[in-house]
């Protein structure tokens, strides 16, 4: 494709990706009520999560090498690459669960556009994303403030581009196990136990055994959506940082790859 | 009705256990995943704290020491499996799609169907992922060993807290006629209540207020009365009485709860026809 | 325009044993089967043509008609639609085609249906001129503006297909796929989606390929046919020529006259060989016989003869009864078929 051809593509994209975003913005105010719920349910979710951080501080000062407001910061900063990621790509959950199963999944594959970007643009601007996003802001802002954070220069640039990469790891995750749904038909379970893991990026890693942190760093890379970006601005550690983009790049790629094979491979069942 | 009819009555529901059965085993793939799941919520659990209870002797806050914590939270994720029998799932699925109606028309009582259907779930849940989760762990970890007596009580409490945890459920479903967002009221549930009954951390633990609270709640029957038998968390056969009878108090409350609930959505079926 | 080589495709089914038991024994064993849903099918449909896509249920239909979209990759052989591959070239095939699924929704579920079609506007990028008119005409025949606001989800299924339709045609496409397009629909409704239909092939030469039970559908729409049996093509041409592949006519009469109606029968049936009498509507008595054998002639002349006729035609053979022939057959030979095309 030409240069000139590239761009006219774009362009029409960004043009699709801001008008299906105004549509599903449009959607939420049809469904105040399930946008409620949803977002109450994230808001008890989040609640548990920092009762339980707040009860285990009562008994000791530090675990893990990190105190209480550092085990804050990295909790809430875990929310925002996955808030960002679910601003999205939420209909992957969809993808998995139902629709190689019912045969639906056709619908994407008769358009002229690209097949990921119709099925995603199902839902664009999940509300309940808007919810992650401002949880977490919230919450690194109050942990960084209460532990007095200075960044430096260097930090304050790389930190969105930190989130925008552990954004891209997650949405690779969900990717990938949602493809599975192609070949298993129902990759549901998988995708939810992967999810599962990642809930718990939000604690520090020095906590856990050493095959276990593997697993987190190198097979599901967890550890760089929150714990090696934090612990980068926390305490300035740069050891895993330069990982990040490689693990990022090489993940989305794999995730591409099975989500091209599985599409290829798609035969809509049922008459 | 003679026990003879009764007998009879019951055989109508073993289909639905038999075919609940049956669909387990045609998504054999849920097993394992379910198996990652516990693992993993077990290891982290257990590493957070154990970093509390660091120290190896005597034992720490709530009573507990290394040993009875990890125990505590081992099973404490078993006996969550126990209640995960996809009963909210289901009920409110039919929901949705007004299957409901249907059956309404046939001559079983719906809420016990369910339960017949899920009841396999829920052991076939803890015998296939559960009990190789607590083996793996107890080859790696020193755990504590309960009495017989424990063990005794921690089955009585587990029958009736798989109850609680069923009629639970089945109300979460029935939320489904009130809102298509069955998801959130799902995680919202699954939470609140894990947190209530002291699944992700024991009520001994949490400051005064959030444990009064608590320990008033059916939800503390479901893994804190059942895991304070068997570990020995009380003091004198009285008190493990008093833990047992709460819990049986909570599960007749629940019953009748959950039939009137069903009452009235069969009322609202009626009315609007699903 | 849609041109097919040897199309064929191939299923592997797993297969499951009933009850308790068998679940078991699927643990331990699988057993697979292959199954051939379409064997090698071939045909060429010109531009602009209008054609049936007529089989049984399970005779293969739909399964060619997800390789012809693009939905499905065949086992082998070839298949075109303007030149594209549907299956390599998806993205340029898409916006070539429009497709209708009966039962199945390609519109946003939570939108009304108008939003439904702005964003296929947008997709599609039509230009406004095309919009408006064919809104127009959709407004016009269907009365799509009665949908309202209420989501895609909510609706009937009659409302749902015939805003099915409409989206299908919103960008002019050069071909149509209509897989039981008016199911569900009230025959006013059905009227004006096939009015819909064929506007569009007057006006703009859209090539149709439809498939449908429904063989008023058929007739109204169509006029070429492409009948599948068992995976493969047994018959295409016009519908003309299929019908006069009909190998038994009939003849209805209606007479005056004392004879009662089973005397009149057994009397044909004793007169005219490998003859079928029975009594019909209305009095009258259906003559059927078959077309090698006698012609309406002959067997007109012969019900002169012996009754006192006031009422008497030859009625055009009927798709149905051709159909039903086809349908019930084991195994569609085309020897077995006069006037056939293969």
């Known amino acids: 494709m030409s240069a000139r051809g590239a761009a006219a593509t774009a362009a029409r994209y960004t043009r699709l990706t801001w008008y299906l975003s105004g549509v599903s913005l449009h959607r939420l105010t049809e469904y105040r009520m399930d946008f409620l719920i949803g977002a109450g349910g994230f808001l008890a979710r989040v609640g548990c999560q920092l009762l339980v951080v707040a009860m285990v501080f009562q008994q000791v000062s530090v675990i893990g090498g990190w105190d209480y407001r550092q085990v804050l910061f990295l909790l809430g900063f875990s929310l925002l690459p996955r808030g960002l990621d679910r601003l999205f790509t939420d209909q992957m959950w969809i993808l998995a669960r139902r629709l190689v199963q019912s045969g639906d999944f056709y619908r994407y594959l008769i358009r002229p556009v690209n097949p990921l970007f119709t099925l995603l643009s199902e839902r664009f601007l999940y509300p309940d994303a808007f919810g992650e996003l401002a949880t977490g802001i919230g919450i690194t802002w109050y942990a960084a403030d209460a532990m007095r954070l200075r960044l430096t220069p260097l930090q304050l640039v790389l930190a969105p581009l930190l989130v925008l990469c552990g954004a891209v790891i997650l949405a690779s995750i969900k990717t990938l196990f949602a493809s599975l749904s192609f070949w298993t038909t129902n990759s549901f379970p998988a995708l939810y136990a992967a999810g599962q893991l990642g809930d718990f990026a939000g604690y520090p890693l020095d906590l856990y055994q050493p095959s276990l942190r593997w697993l987190l760093t190198w097979v599901l890379p967890y550890a760089f959506t929150a714990y090696v970006p934090a612990s980068y601005l926390v305490f300035g550690r740069t050891g895993l940082l330069p990982w990040l983009p490689v693990v990022t790049a090489a993940l989305a790629a794999l995730a591409l790859t099975a989500w091209h094979r599985g599409v290829d491979r798609y035969e809509m069942t049922g008459s | 009705m003679s026990a003879a009819t009764g007998l009879a009555g019951l055989r109508r529901y073993t289909p639905f256990a038999v075919g609940s059965l049956q669909t387990m085993l045609r998504y054999r793939s849920t097993f394992v995943v379910n198996a990652v799941t516990a693992t993993t919520a077990v290891s982290l659990q257990v590493f957070l704290w154990r970093a509390v209870y660091n120290g190896d002797s005597g034992s720490g806050p709530g009573g507990f020491d290394r040993a009875g914590i990890t125990t505590y939270v081992l099973l404490a994720q078993v006996l969550g499996l126990l209640h995960a029998n996809r009963v909210d799932e289901e009920v409110s699925g039919e929901i949705q799609r007004g299957d409901i109606a249907v059956s309404l028309i046939r001559p079983v009582s719906y809420p016990l169907t369910r339960f017949c259907a899920g009841v396999p779930v829920s052991l076939v849940n803890v015998a296939l992922v559960g009990g190789p989760v607590v083996l793996l762990y107890a080859g790696l970890l020193p755990l504590q060993r309960p009495g017989v007596g424990g063990v005794l009580l921690f089955t009585a409490s587990s029958l009736l807290a798989m109850v609680i945890a069923f009629e639970v459920n089945l109300l979460v479903g029935l939320a489904g006629f009130a809102t298509t967002n069955i998801w959130g009221i799902r995680i919202v549930k699954d939470c609140v209540v894990a947190l209530l009954a002291g699944q992700v951390v024991p009520i001994s633990l949490m400051p005064g207020p959030l444990a009064g609270a608590a320990r008033l709640l059916p939800f503390a029957g479901l893994v804190d009365s059942p895991l304070r038998l068997l570990l020995g968390e009380y003091r004198g056969a009285g008190a493990a009485a008093g833990i047992l009878a709460g819990q049986a108090a909570w599960t007749g409350a629940m019953t009748l709860l959950t039939a009137l609930a069903w009452r009235r959505a069969v009322r609202r079926v009626e009315v609007l026809g699903g | ?342």
């Open chain 3, 1 to 342: 325009m849609i041109v097919a080589e040897d199309l064929v495709k191939e299923f592997t089914v797993h297969d499951r044993r009933p009850g308790l038991a068998g679940s078991l024994s699927t643990l331990f064993s699988r057993r697979h089967r292959v199954v051939r849903a379409v064997s090698g099918v071939s045909f060429a449909i010109p531009e602009g043509t209008k054609v049936a896509y007529i089989g049984s249920n399970g005779a293969g239909k739909s399964t060619t008609i997800k390789m012809l979209t693009g939905i499905m990759r065949p086992t082998s052989g070839t298949c075109r639609v303007a030149g594209l591959d549907p299956h390599r070239e998806r993205g340029r095939n898409a916006a070539n085609i429009g497709v209708v699924f009966g039962q199945r929704s390609q519109l946003w579920w939570d939108l009304p249906v108008l939003d439904s079609f702005r964003i296929l506007r947008r997709i599609y990028e039509i230009p406004d001129p095309v919009y408006h008119r064919n809104m127009a005409t959709y407004e016009e025949l269907l009365d799509l503006g009665a949908l309202g606001t209420t989501p895609v989800r909510q609706l009937s299924l009659g409302q749902r297909m015939r805003a099915e339709v409409a989206a299908s045609l919103l960008h002019d496409p050069a071909v149509v796929f209509l897989d039981e397009p008016t199911i569900g629909l009230d025959l006013v409704l059905k009227e004006a989606v096939r009015e819909l239909v064929n506007r569009a092939s007057q006006q703009l030469g859209t090539t149709v390929m439809l498939t449908s039970h429904d063989i008023g559908d058929i007739t109204a729409i169509c006029d070429q046919v492409l009948v599948v049996d068992h995976g493969t093509v047994v018959h295409q041409g016009t519908m003309q020529e299929l019908l006069r592949s009909a190998d038994t006519r009939a003849v209805l009469f209606d007479h005056s006259g004392a004879v009662p109606p089973e005397r009149a029968i057994a009397l044909i049936e004793a007169g005219l060989d490998a003859v079928r009498a029975t009594a019909a509507e209305g009095g009258r008595i259906k003559v059927e016989y078959p077309a090698g054998r006698w012609t309406a002639q002959q067997v007109m002349s012969f019900l002169l003869e012996h009754f006192e006729l006031t009422d008497c035609f030859a009625p055009e053979p009927d798709l149905e009864s051709v159909l039903r022939r086809i349908y019930a057959s084991p195994s569609g030979s085309p020897d077995e078929l006069q006037g056939s095309t293969a």
